[in-house]
Protein backbone atom coordinates (compact mmCIF):
# COMPACT_ATOMS: atom_id res chain seq x y z
CA UNK A 1 0.00 0.00 0.00
CA UNK A 2 2.77 2.15 0.42
CA UNK A 3 4.51 1.88 -2.82
CA UNK A 4 1.55 3.34 -4.63
CA UNK A 5 0.60 6.18 -2.59
CA UNK A 6 4.52 7.34 -2.91
CA UNK A 7 3.73 6.77 -6.55
CA UNK A 8 0.77 8.76 -6.77
CA UNK A 9 2.39 11.73 -4.38
CA UNK A 10 5.35 12.22 -6.35
CA UNK A 11 3.13 12.16 -9.77
CA UNK A 12 0.90 15.01 -7.73
CA UNK A 13 4.35 16.79 -7.11
CA UNK A 14 5.77 16.78 -10.52
CA UNK A 15 2.04 18.38 -11.84
CA UNK A 16 2.84 20.98 -8.99
CA UNK A 17 5.79 21.99 -10.09
CA UNK A 18 4.90 21.83 -14.05
CA UNK A 19 1.93 24.13 -13.53
CA UNK A 20 3.90 26.48 -10.98
CA UNK A 21 6.15 27.28 -13.72
CA UNK A 22 5.77 29.84 -16.36
CA UNK A 23 8.23 30.58 -19.08
CA UNK A 24 8.01 33.99 -20.79
CA UNK A 25 10.00 34.77 -23.94
CA UNK A 26 11.19 38.59 -24.06
CA UNK A 27 8.38 40.01 -26.34
CA UNK A 28 5.98 38.37 -23.88
CA UNK A 29 4.30 39.28 -20.52
CA UNK A 30 1.69 37.07 -18.39
CA UNK A 31 -1.75 38.39 -16.39
CA UNK A 32 -2.10 36.68 -13.46
CA UNK A 33 -5.48 35.75 -12.13
CA UNK A 34 -6.34 34.50 -8.93
CA UNK A 35 -9.58 32.34 -7.85
CA UNK A 36 -10.76 34.97 -11.08
CA UNK A 37 -9.33 38.36 -9.78
CA UNK A 38 -6.15 40.31 -11.16
CA UNK A 39 -3.26 39.63 -9.44
CA UNK A 40 -0.51 40.93 -11.03
CA UNK A 41 1.98 41.13 -14.42
CA UNK A 42 4.59 38.62 -14.81
CA UNK A 43 7.57 39.80 -16.76
CA UNK A 44 9.90 38.03 -19.24
CA UNK A 45 12.13 34.97 -17.84
CA UNK A 46 11.26 32.21 -15.27
CA UNK A 47 8.46 32.99 -13.17
CA UNK A 48 6.13 30.94 -10.94
CA UNK A 49 2.34 30.99 -9.84
CA UNK A 50 0.27 29.15 -7.48
CA UNK A 51 -1.04 25.77 -9.40
CA UNK A 52 -4.48 25.54 -9.35
CA UNK A 53 -5.47 28.58 -7.62
CA UNK A 54 -3.46 31.03 -9.95
CA UNK A 55 -3.50 31.10 -13.87
CA UNK A 56 -2.57 33.37 -16.74
CA UNK A 57 -3.38 34.81 -19.95
CA UNK A 58 -0.06 35.47 -22.42
CA UNK A 59 0.07 38.91 -23.94
CA UNK A 60 2.50 39.16 -27.05
CA UNK A 61 4.28 42.83 -27.31
CA UNK A 62 5.52 42.57 -30.78
CA UNK A 63 3.90 44.71 -33.87
CA UNK A 64 1.37 42.64 -35.53
CA UNK A 65 -0.59 43.35 -39.13
CA UNK A 66 -3.97 42.68 -40.07
CA UNK A 67 -5.35 42.81 -43.79
CA UNK A 68 -8.36 44.55 -43.85
CA UNK A 69 -10.85 42.80 -46.39
CA UNK A 70 -11.83 44.64 -49.53
CA UNK A 71 -14.91 47.44 -48.45
CA UNK A 72 -17.02 48.48 -50.95
CA UNK A 73 -17.67 52.45 -49.88
CA UNK A 74 -19.69 55.29 -50.96
CA UNK A 75 -17.62 58.38 -51.57
CA UNK A 76 -18.35 62.06 -50.52
CA UNK A 77 -19.34 62.50 -55.19
CA UNK A 78 -21.84 59.32 -54.94
CA UNK A 79 -18.87 56.57 -56.29
CA UNK A 80 -18.75 53.35 -55.41
CA UNK A 81 -15.07 52.21 -54.80
CA UNK A 82 -13.63 49.08 -53.22
CA UNK A 83 -11.05 49.87 -50.98
CA UNK A 84 -7.90 47.55 -49.03
CA UNK A 85 -6.08 48.69 -46.26
CA UNK A 86 -3.00 47.01 -44.04
CA UNK A 87 -3.27 48.49 -40.11
CA UNK A 88 0.02 47.74 -37.78
CA UNK A 89 -0.60 47.61 -34.55
CA UNK A 90 0.74 46.20 -31.06
CA UNK A 91 -0.19 46.18 -26.67
CA UNK A 92 1.47 48.53 -25.16
CA UNK A 93 4.23 47.94 -22.70
CA UNK A 94 2.46 50.01 -19.53
CA UNK A 95 1.31 47.41 -17.16
CA UNK A 96 -2.14 49.30 -16.36
CA UNK A 97 -2.74 49.34 -20.18
CA UNK A 98 -1.83 45.72 -20.35
CA UNK A 99 -4.68 44.89 -18.07
CA UNK A 100 -7.54 46.96 -19.70
CA UNK A 101 -5.92 44.49 -22.84
CA UNK A 102 -6.88 41.84 -21.17
CA UNK A 103 -10.32 42.99 -18.47
CA UNK A 104 -11.70 45.55 -21.34
CA UNK A 105 -12.27 43.40 -23.96
CA UNK A 106 -12.52 39.94 -24.78
CA UNK A 107 -10.12 39.99 -27.93
CA UNK A 108 -8.76 42.64 -29.01
CA UNK A 109 -6.77 41.50 -31.93
CA UNK A 110 -10.92 41.29 -33.42
CA UNK A 111 -12.05 44.42 -31.70
CA UNK A 112 -9.65 46.05 -33.37
CA UNK A 113 -9.74 44.98 -36.89
CA UNK A 114 -13.78 46.01 -36.62
CA UNK A 115 -12.49 48.88 -35.63
CA UNK A 116 -10.55 49.56 -38.35
CA UNK A 117 -13.68 48.22 -40.98
CA UNK A 118 -16.03 50.71 -39.97
CA UNK A 119 -13.50 53.50 -39.61
CA UNK A 120 -12.69 53.07 -43.00
CA UNK A 121 -15.68 53.25 -44.45
CA UNK A 122 -16.29 56.50 -42.28
CA UNK A 123 -13.17 57.77 -43.83
CA UNK A 124 -13.57 57.36 -47.05
CA UNK A 125 -17.22 58.45 -47.07
CA UNK A 126 -16.16 61.80 -46.06
CA UNK A 127 -13.78 62.58 -49.02
CA UNK A 128 -14.54 62.83 -52.90
CA UNK A 129 -13.31 60.42 -55.27
CA UNK A 130 -10.34 62.80 -56.95
CA UNK A 131 -9.20 63.03 -53.01
CA UNK A 132 -9.01 59.91 -52.42
CA UNK A 133 -6.98 58.84 -55.43
CA UNK A 134 -4.56 61.77 -54.99
CA UNK A 135 -4.37 62.13 -50.89
CA UNK A 136 -3.92 58.91 -50.04
CA UNK A 137 -1.56 59.03 -47.27
CA UNK A 138 -2.95 62.25 -45.93
CA UNK A 139 -6.65 60.20 -45.84
CA UNK A 140 -4.42 57.51 -43.88
CA UNK A 141 -3.14 59.20 -41.85
CA UNK A 142 -6.12 60.66 -40.26
CA UNK A 143 -7.66 57.08 -40.61
CA UNK A 144 -4.60 56.26 -38.31
CA UNK A 145 -4.85 58.80 -35.55
CA UNK A 146 -8.94 58.34 -34.80
CA UNK A 147 -8.32 54.56 -35.13
CA UNK A 148 -5.41 54.87 -32.20
CA UNK A 149 -7.68 57.39 -30.03
CA UNK A 150 -10.41 54.43 -30.40
CA UNK A 151 -7.75 51.71 -29.44
CA UNK A 152 -6.73 53.54 -26.74
CA UNK A 153 -9.10 52.68 -23.79
CA UNK A 154 -8.10 48.84 -23.76
CA UNK A 155 -4.16 49.63 -24.41
CA UNK A 156 -3.67 49.10 -28.15
CA UNK A 157 -1.61 51.52 -30.13
CA UNK A 158 -1.74 51.69 -33.94
CA UNK A 159 1.89 52.34 -35.43
CA UNK A 160 0.64 52.47 -38.99
CA UNK A 161 -2.59 52.49 -41.51
CA UNK A 162 -1.54 51.61 -45.41
CA UNK A 163 -4.30 51.73 -48.21
CA UNK A 164 -2.83 49.43 -49.97
CA UNK A 165 -5.24 49.96 -53.21
CA UNK A 166 -8.28 51.94 -54.46
CA UNK A 167 -10.41 50.24 -56.78
CA UNK A 168 -13.18 51.71 -59.23
CA UNK A 169 -15.61 50.64 -61.57
CA UNK A 170 -14.62 50.35 -65.25
CA UNK A 171 -17.20 53.17 -66.96
CA UNK A 172 -15.41 55.21 -64.09
CA UNK A 173 -12.10 54.39 -65.64
CA UNK A 174 -12.97 55.35 -69.02
CA UNK A 175 -14.25 58.16 -68.06
CA UNK A 176 -11.25 59.69 -65.96
CA UNK A 177 -9.03 59.04 -69.19
CA UNK A 178 -11.40 60.61 -71.12
CA UNK A 179 -11.19 63.59 -68.88
CA UNK A 180 -7.55 63.34 -68.75
CA UNK A 181 -7.27 63.21 -72.69
CA UNK A 182 -9.20 66.68 -72.84
CA UNK A 183 -7.17 68.21 -69.98
CA UNK A 184 -4.12 67.10 -71.80
CA UNK A 185 -5.63 68.40 -75.08
CA UNK A 186 -6.60 71.60 -73.45
CA UNK A 187 -3.07 72.48 -71.96
CA UNK A 188 -2.04 71.87 -75.53
CA UNK A 189 -3.93 74.23 -77.17
CA UNK A 190 -3.13 77.03 -74.31
CA UNK A 191 0.37 76.51 -74.86
CA UNK A 192 0.04 76.93 -79.49
CA UNK A 193 -1.86 79.77 -78.39
CA UNK A 194 0.94 81.21 -76.18
CA UNK A 195 3.44 80.65 -78.74
CA UNK A 196 0.99 82.30 -81.62
CA UNK A 197 0.60 85.20 -79.26
CA UNK A 198 4.75 85.09 -78.28
CA UNK A 199 5.08 85.34 -82.62
CA UNK A 200 2.50 88.09 -83.04
CA UNK A 201 3.80 89.96 -80.71
CA UNK A 202 7.67 89.52 -82.02
CA UNK A 203 6.14 90.15 -86.17
CA UNK A 204 4.69 93.31 -84.76
CA UNK A 205 8.05 94.47 -83.36
CA UNK A 206 10.20 92.86 -86.60
CA UNK A 207 7.20 94.81 -89.10
CA UNK A 208 8.31 98.00 -86.88
CA UNK A 209 12.22 97.85 -87.84
CA UNK A 210 12.30 96.21 -91.51
CA UNK A 211 8.52 97.79 -92.47
CA UNK A 212 6.90 96.54 -95.71
CA UNK A 213 9.88 95.84 -98.00
CA UNK A 214 11.17 93.59 -94.95
CA UNK A 215 8.61 91.54 -95.13
CA UNK A 216 9.12 91.10 -98.75
CA UNK A 217 12.81 90.23 -98.66
CA UNK A 218 11.56 87.40 -95.83
CA UNK A 219 8.98 86.06 -98.22
CA UNK A 220 11.74 85.60 -100.89
CA UNK A 221 13.81 84.08 -98.37
CA UNK A 222 11.45 81.42 -97.52
CA UNK A 223 10.61 80.53 -101.51
CA UNK A 224 14.00 80.26 -102.18
CA UNK A 225 14.86 77.28 -98.76
CA UNK A 226 11.72 75.51 -100.64
CA UNK A 227 13.39 75.54 -104.26
CA UNK A 228 16.65 74.20 -102.12
CA UNK A 229 14.08 71.11 -100.92
CA UNK A 230 13.61 70.28 -104.86
CA UNK A 231 9.96 71.46 -104.45
CA UNK A 232 8.03 70.64 -107.73
CA UNK A 233 5.79 73.74 -107.22
CA UNK A 234 6.66 76.78 -105.91
CA UNK A 235 4.33 79.77 -105.97
CA UNK A 236 5.06 83.09 -105.87
CA UNK A 237 2.70 86.03 -104.93
CA UNK A 238 2.11 88.25 -107.35
CA UNK A 239 2.53 91.13 -104.93
CA UNK A 240 6.54 90.25 -104.49
CA UNK A 241 7.28 90.22 -108.29
CA UNK A 242 9.10 93.73 -109.10
CA UNK A 243 7.14 96.27 -110.77
CA UNK A 244 7.25 98.25 -114.76
CA UNK A 245 9.52 100.86 -112.84
CA UNK A 246 12.00 98.13 -111.54
CA UNK A 247 13.74 97.23 -107.88
CA UNK A 248 16.70 95.94 -108.29
CA UNK A 249 17.06 94.16 -105.36
CA UNK A 250 13.78 92.58 -105.00
CA UNK A 251 14.94 91.84 -109.05
CA UNK A 252 17.68 90.34 -108.53
CA UNK A 253 16.71 87.92 -105.45
CA UNK A 254 13.45 87.30 -107.77
CA UNK A 255 15.99 85.85 -110.52
CA UNK A 256 18.46 84.08 -108.14
CA UNK A 257 15.24 82.32 -107.06
CA UNK A 258 14.06 81.23 -110.34
CA UNK A 259 17.51 79.93 -111.66
CA UNK A 260 17.46 77.81 -108.56
CA UNK A 261 14.17 76.31 -109.10
CA UNK A 262 15.41 75.44 -113.35
CA UNK A 263 18.29 73.93 -111.96
CA UNK A 264 16.70 71.86 -109.70
CA UNK A 265 13.64 70.79 -111.85
CA UNK A 266 15.69 70.26 -114.64
CA UNK A 267 12.87 72.11 -116.75
CA UNK A 268 14.28 72.01 -120.41
CA UNK A 269 14.70 67.77 -119.49
CA UNK A 270 10.81 67.80 -118.47
CA UNK A 271 10.15 69.54 -121.71
CA UNK A 272 11.84 67.32 -123.84
CA UNK A 273 10.47 63.99 -122.42
CA UNK A 274 6.91 65.34 -122.79
CA UNK A 275 7.86 66.60 -126.55
CA UNK A 276 9.18 62.65 -127.19
CA UNK A 277 5.95 61.31 -125.52
CA UNK A 278 3.74 63.21 -127.90
CA UNK A 279 5.43 62.05 -130.55
CA UNK A 280 5.40 58.43 -130.13
CA UNK A 281 1.43 59.33 -129.45
Known sequence: MVTPLIYILVVFLIILVVKAIVINQEYERAIVFRLGSFERVLGPGLQFVIPF???IKKVDYRVKTVNVQPQKVLTRDNVTVTVDAIIFYKVKRDHEKLKDTILEVEDFNEV???YGKTMLRAEIGKVEL????SKRDEIAEELRSD????TDEFGVTIRDVEIRDVSIPD?????MAAEAEAER???ARITKARGELQAAARTRMASEILGTEGYKLRTLQTIDNVA????TIVTIPAELMPKAEGEDIHHGHVKEILDKLKDSLDIEKMLGDSLSDSEGI
Open 53 to 55: IEW
Open 130 to 133: DDLL
Open 185 to 187: ERR
Open 147 to 150: LDES
Open 112 to 114: TVN
Open 171 to 175: SMERA
Open 228 to 231: IENS
